[in-house]
């Protein structure tokens, strides 16, 4: 498995840092996930879902190798070492927790916190079972402090948040790092955040996928249906869609138009998905993301980039989305597809912001998270989303 995992950062030309590599190989990661196969358990691309909801929707997982691989290494980097730190971690399976009692060392702690008695007890056997009694495990709503008073020189959040909580910034030390999956515009990115002050200001981020949070940090994303097994999905306060105005949408007349670039497999597309979530948008339209199902896409219904979440602009009576690549040997191009009466103009459109990303360099995206009630005027120049507790601002640099 972490053979594997080694190659695969290789690939994406990252590099795992030795101390991350070597908890990996030292924790048994099957001892984590009882009732399933050690063939299962190590396998490097997958969670093992540990608890569902009586709909069947998992509420929590011990998440996969190659996630936690990347995250530690975020968290690592981002404060230069975790050997001797003061961890928190939110969202408890047992497993990621043993590999930050051997980041941080004996001169170090971790402290698992979850909101859910079953996961906390759980994890409480599996580590007393390994030998990592030294964690420290918490029943708790962690959107509020743990332990008041105490400060942490890292907070690791292992379930998908939608806003940050006052209660996590405040528990960070003053160069403290939060990092967190968080979902902007319905995309989750796990952002590596540095404490700047009064704010929070990104590190590093990757896309990436998690149970979502529950208790009263929970936020549920809205659904908006467009045809059988196609849906819009809505997650931000300013995001609002009348179903009656899209119903029909993609009967009408539809057009495809390609950006006429060659791109290497290595370009980061997450990037450019948030890149036309803040810019790609004038008035009287709005940013969405587009989710199918296998059989609308087998039936040309829709052609999006990827099935779980593409994202599209929304105007009156058009939609428009990022669509499947083409391919010419090992490179390839960026295009967009669009339905209504002003179909034309909206993938011509959508694809100049996609040549404006590569114009500019394919730059990443930088996140600053502010307290809630910060002045338009001491937020940094980019898109700004409002949330419950804080004030986002998106900004790029190549």
């Known amino acids: 498995m972490v053979d594997q995992l080694v190659a695969d950062h290789e690939d994406k030309g990252l590099r795992m840092r030795p101390e991350v590599e070597q908890a990996l190989r030292t924790v048994p990661r099957d001892r984590f996930t009882p009732g399933v196969t050690a063939e299962r358990a190590y396998l490097a691309d997958r969670s093992v879902v540990t608890k569902r909801a009586s709909d069947g929707e998992a509420v929590s997982s011990v998440s996969a190798p190659f996630l936690i691989s990347e995250m530690l290494n975020q968290a690592a980097d981002a404060v230069d070492g975790l050997r001797g730190r003061s961890v928190l971690e939110i969202g408890s399976g047992g497993y990621n927790a043993a590999l930050l009692a051997e980041l941080v060392g004996p001169d170090g702690s971790v402290t698992t916190v979850d909101i859910d008695s079953e996961v906390t007890d759980r994890a409480t056997a599996c580590l007393s079972a390994t030998g990592y009694d030294r964690v420290s495990v918490v029943c708790a709503d962690a959107a509020q402090p743990i332990q008041p008073g105490r400060s942490y020189n890292l907070i690791i959040v292992t379930v998908g948040a939608w806003d940050i909580p006052p209660a996590w910034a405040a528990q960070l030390t003053d160069d403290g790092v939060l990092v967190v999956p968080l979902r902007t515009f319905g995309m989750t990115r796990s952002w590596a955040l540095r404490r700047v002050g009064d704010r929070l200001v990104s590190h590093s981020q990757r896309l990436c996928g998690f149970v979502s949070m529950q208790g009263t940090g929970v936020s549920q994303v809205r659904h908006v249906d467009l045809a059988p097994g196609v849906e819009l999905r809505l997650d931000e306060l300013q995001q609002q869609v009348d179903p009656e105005s899209v119903n029909g949408l993609l009967s009408a007349p539809s057009t495809q138009a390609w950006a006429g670039m060659s791109l290497p497999p290595a370009t980061v597309l997450a990037d450019l998905d948030l890149w036309l979530a803040c810019r790609g948008t004038?008035?009287?339209?709005?940013?969405?993301?587009?989710?199918?199902?296998?059989?609308?896409?087998?039936?040309?219904?829709?052609?999006?980039?990827?099935?779980?979440?593409?994202?599209?602009?929304?105007?009156?009576?058009?939609?428009?989305?990022?669509?499947?690549?083409?391919?010419?040997?090992?490179?390839?191009?960026?295009?967009?597809?669009?339905?209504?009466?002003?179909?034309?103009?909206?993938?011509?459109?959508?694809?100049?912001?996609?040549?404006?990303?590569?114009?500019?360099?394919?730059?990443?995206?930088?996140?600053?998270?502010?307290?809630?009630?910060?002045?338009?005027?001491?937020?940094?120049?980019?898109?700004?989303?409002?949330?419950?507790?804080s004030r986002l601002a998106i900004t790029f640099t190549s």
């Open 282 to 389: 004038d008035e009287g339209q709005q940013f969405v993301v587009l989710a199918a199902e296998q059989m609308a896409i087998d039936a040309g219904v829709v052609a999006p980039a990827w099935r779980f979440g593409t994202p599209a602009i929304l105007s009156k009576g058009g939609l428009c989305y990022r669509g499947e690549l083409t391919w010419t040997d090992s490179r390839f191009d960026l295009g967009a597809r669009a339905h209504g009466p002003d179909a034309d103009a909206a993938a011509r459109q959508m694809v100049e912001q996609m040549r404006a990303w590569v114009d500019a360099g394919t730059p990443s995206p930088v996140l600053h998270v502010l307290p809630a009630g910060t002045p338009d005027g001491d937020l940094p120049a980019g898109t700004v989303l409002d949330k419950r507790h």
